[in-house]
Nanobody, 116 residues
Framework: QVQLGESGGGLVQAGGSLRLSCAAS????????MGWYRQAPGKQRELVAT???????NYADSVKGRFAISRDNAKSTVYLQMNSLKPEDTATYYC??????????WGQGTQVTVSS
């Protein structure tokens, strides 16, 4: 069974940086798209960034120029470098993986809190 393990969340002041990591472990998965979504209290979950295998990253307009997504296929790991963080970036961040069979996996979430 494949599992996603997230790390890197925390509390940071506005203008600061954090780096999130998510590693997929287990057998039987060939990953197509890796990405990050976030959900703030009282709001719907929204896309932050995705990166397909061998393709270009895609970003939400709200994070363009501040966040960078990357992946290491050898480690089945996706990263999210978050710079110039704002209080409105405060949310639970979820790792998301889609494999070539169309299976969708979600991580348990990691909390990011940005203080003003």
């Amino acid at each position: 069974q494949v599992q996603l393990g997230e790390s890197g969340g925390g509390l940071v002041q506005a203008g600061g940086s954090l780096r999130l990591s998510c590693a997929a472990s287990g057998r039987g998965i060939s990953i197509y798209v890796m990405g990050w979504y976030r959900q703030a209290p009282g709001k719907q979950r929204e896309l932050v960034a995705t990166i397909p295998d061998g393709g270009r990253p895609n970003y939400a307009d709200s994070v363009k120029g501040r966040f960078a997504i990357s992946r290491d296929n050898a480690k089945s790991t996706v990263y999210l470098q978050m710079n110039s963080l704002k209080p409105e970036d405060t949310a639970t961040y979820y790792c998301n993986v889609v494999d070539f069979d169309g299976r969708v996996l979600w991580g348990q979430g990691t909390q990011v809190t940005v203080s003003s």
